[in-house]
Structures are given as structure tokens and as C-alpha cells.
């Protein structure tokens, strides 16, 4: 059974950093694109930043240069490094999964392109 599990939510201040993690079980990233998405209150889901099973990865111009996107296939974990954090970046955080090699230069940031998602965690950044 594919599950997704993301933690490492919580409260941080403008400029700080926050690290992400999304544990897979029931599947291998050897298999699997990870996406990370964002949804903050009356917004639509956003694409955040997606990782291929080669380590490559996509990220939104939002956050271009601030979070960076990582695997540990060890762990079979997913992470999402979050520096210089805005308010603008306040929002539940999910992370997704599609089994397929890698993200979709056409389409990794849709949530219809993946299959399984997690429960999600907060982040909150004060101004």
C-alpha cells in the first residue's frame, strides 16, 4: 500500500529555513517522481518542486533559489530544504508521488499528474 507521510511543519520566522521530509512506504524511489505542493487558504494546490529517480528536479520560479529538493533512495525519503522563507510561503505542504522515472517537463507541477499524496504539513512564516 503506497503512503506518503510528509513532517517538519511548524512556525518560522521571514528569513528563516525549514527542512521537509516526505517518507515513502509501499513503493521505491528507484520508480518514483516525488512532487512537493503547497496549498494556502483559498488558493488553488500549486506545484512547488518535483524530483526525478536520477536526482534531477523542477522547481517553480517562486521559489527558485531558496528551496532545494533531495533524495535519500536509503531511507526511501524525500526531502524539501526551505531557506530564506516568506510569508508568501505560508501553506499546507504535501508531497505527491507518480510512478514514473522522471518529472514531466510539461506537467510536474499539476496535481493531476500523480497518484498519491500525502496528509500534508503546515507552514507558517511570521512577517
Known amino acids: 500500500q503506497v503512503q506518503l507521510v510528509e513532517s517538519g511543519g511548524g512556525l518560522v520566522e521571514t528569513g528563516g529555513s525549514m527542512r521537509l521530509s516526505c517518507a515513502a512506504s509501499?513503493?521505491?524511489?528507484?520508480?518514483?517522481?516525488i512532487g512537493w505542493f503547497r496549498q494556502a487558504p483559498g488558493k488553488e494546490r500549486e506545484g512547488v518542486s518535483c524530483?526525478?529517480?536520477?536526482?534531477?528536479?523542477y522547481y517553480a520560479d517562486s521559489v527558485k533559489g531558496r528551496f532545494t529538493i533531495s533524495s535519500d533512495n536509503a531511507k526511501n525519503t524525500v526531502y524539501l530544504q526551505m531557506n530564506s522563507l516568506k510569508p508568501e510561503d505560508t501553506a499546507v505542504y504535501y508531497c505527491?508521488?507518480?510512478?514514473?522515472?522522471?518529472?514531466?517537463?510539461?506537467?510536474?507541477?499539476?496535481?493531476?499528474?500523480?497518484?498519491?499524496w500525502g496528509q500534508g504539513t503546515q507552514v507558517t512564516v511570521s512577517s
Open positions: 505527491a508521488t507518480e510512478r514514473t522515472y522522471y518529472c514531466s517537463g510539461y506537467g510536474w507541477w499539476a496535481p493531476s499528474s500523480y497518484d498519491d
Open positions: 509501499g513503493f521505491t524511489l528507484d520508480y518514483h517522481v
Open positions: 524530483i526525478s529517480t536520477d536526482g534531477g528536479a
